[in-house]
C-alpha cells in the first residue's frame, strides 16, 4: 500500500446523525471491494445535532474515515470546496451524506475513470419521492441554465460526480468566491462522461436545502455562468426605442389628418415618456456589460487549463496564469 489514496470521497454533513451510521456501514463494505486503500473525508458543516461526535467515532473505528469541522454552516458549495481541499486521493467523489446518492453507483464511476475519463457526472433519471414543485423547478432549471450558461452544464446531473486529482487541483486553484461547483467543474473542461441512476428518497432526517437555499444556489449559478441578465436591460431599452418611435410616428399622423383630436397632447408626452425610458434602459445595459466584464476580471479566473505538456516546463505565467495540473510531460 502507498501512502496516497486511490480514491477519496468528500461527503457534506449538515445535521445528518441518523444518516452517519448508515453511510459508514455501506461505503465502508463497498470500499473493501473497490479500493481498500480509500479516504472518505466527512466535512461537517457546523452541524448542531451528534454529527461531529458520530464523526469522531467512526474515525476511531475505521482510520479511512477522516473528518474536517468547520466553524459554522457555511453552505453545502463551501462545505464540498473544503473537502476537496483536504483531499490527496487520485480519484476524487463527491455525495450527500443522505444516502439519496447510492453508494452503490461509485463502483460505476471507478469504472469510467479507470477507464479514461477525469469527471464522471452521475446522472439522475429518477427522483423518487421528491416533492413535485421540487421536481418541475429542478427541470426548468437545468434547462434554463443551459441556454443562458457559456459552458455547458449536462442536465439532471447535482454535485454528485467523480473528478480525477488533476481536475481537483484545477479547482482549488480557481479563486472565487462564489462557487458553484456544477459550473466550475464544467468550465475546466477534461474529458468528461456520466454514468445514469435512480435518485432515491432520504434514508433519514430532513431536507437541508430549504427553499430559500436552493433559490440562493439557482440565481447563483446563472450569475456565475451567465451575462445574458445583463443584457437583459439592452434588450428593453431597444423595445422600449421601437415603442416609442411608433408613437412618434402615429402623432405625426393624427397630427395631419385629425388635427382637432385632443388625444396628440396625450400621445406626445407618452412618446417622451417611453423615449427616456428607452434611453436610460440603455445606458443602464451598457453599463451593465461593462461591470459584468470587470466581475470576469474579478473573479481572476486562468485562462485556460493544461492537460499534458511537452517538452516544456509547467511554469505560471502571471497574468495568463495558465494550471498545470500536474501535467504530464512526453
Ligand atoms: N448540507 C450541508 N450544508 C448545508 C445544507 C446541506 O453540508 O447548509 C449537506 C447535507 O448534509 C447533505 C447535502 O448537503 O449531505 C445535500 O443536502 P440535502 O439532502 O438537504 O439537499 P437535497 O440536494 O437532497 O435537496
Ligand atoms: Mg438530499
Redesign the pocket.
Known sequence: MTDQPECSIV????N?QENLPEIHRRIAALLDQLSPNSEVIFVD?GSRDCSLEMMRAIHAQDARFRYVSLAR?F??QI?VTAGLYYTTGQAVIVM???L?DPPEVIAALLQKWREGYQIVYARRVRRKQERWLKRVLAYWFYRVIRVLAEVDIPPDT?DFCLMDRRVVDVLNAMPERNRYLRGLRAWVGFRQTDVAYDREP?FAGE???TFR?SFALAVNGIVSLSRAPLRLATYFGLSAAGLAMLMVVLVIYWRIYYPSATLVGYAIITAAIFFFGAVQLICLGILGEYIGRIYEEVKGRPLFTVQEVSGVLPVSHEPIRPIHSAARTV
Not at 461527503?11 to 449538515?14: C, F, G, K, L, T
Open positions: 461527503i457534506p454533513v449538515y445528518e458543516d454552516n453552505g453545502h462545505a450527500d451524506a443522505d439519496q447535482g432520504r431536507v437541508k436545502y437555499k
